[in-house]
Nanobody, 128 residues
Framework: QVQLVESGGGLVQPGGSLRLSCAAS???????IGWFRQAPGKEREGVSC???????????DYLDSVKGRFTISRDNAKNTVYLQMNSLKPEDTANYYC???????????????????WGKGTLVTVSS
């Protein structure tokens, strides 16, 4: 079983940056990790995913709107996955969640119902 705790959210001005962290406890070496977000009144959407490791990690960004701005990374020594978010826009405002499911490679489509373990989320607000 895996427990996930997100942190790093907050209020930031447009154009600013935040780094979200997803700290995991439990045996997570065989899980891939995804970041999701959910804006008010909208469905939860998959943002980025990182595979587990056989020496190297692979990542996928699922939203065209974040490509080139968001970067997912993983530090297994710290049991932490990060989401570096740069050039933030008001439309990035949402609750951000990390989630895990057993498997090595990230899927073609990252969907919430396929994930087994979730954190409680961290709120990101982009506003001037």
């Amino acid at each position: 079983q895996v427990q996930l705790v997100e942190s790093g959210g907050g209020l930031v001005q447009p154009g600013g940056s935040l780094r979200l962290s997803c700290a995991a406890s439990g045996s997570w070496d065989y899980y891939y990790i995804g970041w999701f977000r959910q804006a008010p009144g909208k469905e939860r959407e998959g943002v980025s995913c990182i595979s587990n490791s056989d020496g190297t990690y692979s990542t996928i960004d699922y939203l065209d709107s974040v490509k080139g701005r968001f970067t997912i990374s993983r530090d297994n020594a710290k049991n932490t996955v990060y989401l570096q978010m740069n050039s933030l826009k008001p439309e990035d405002t949402a609750n951000y969640y990390c989630a895990a499911v057993l498997g090595r490679l990230c899927p073609k489509n990252l969907v919430a119902y396929a994930m087994d373990y979730w954190g409680k989320g961290t709120l990101v607000t982009v506003s001037s």
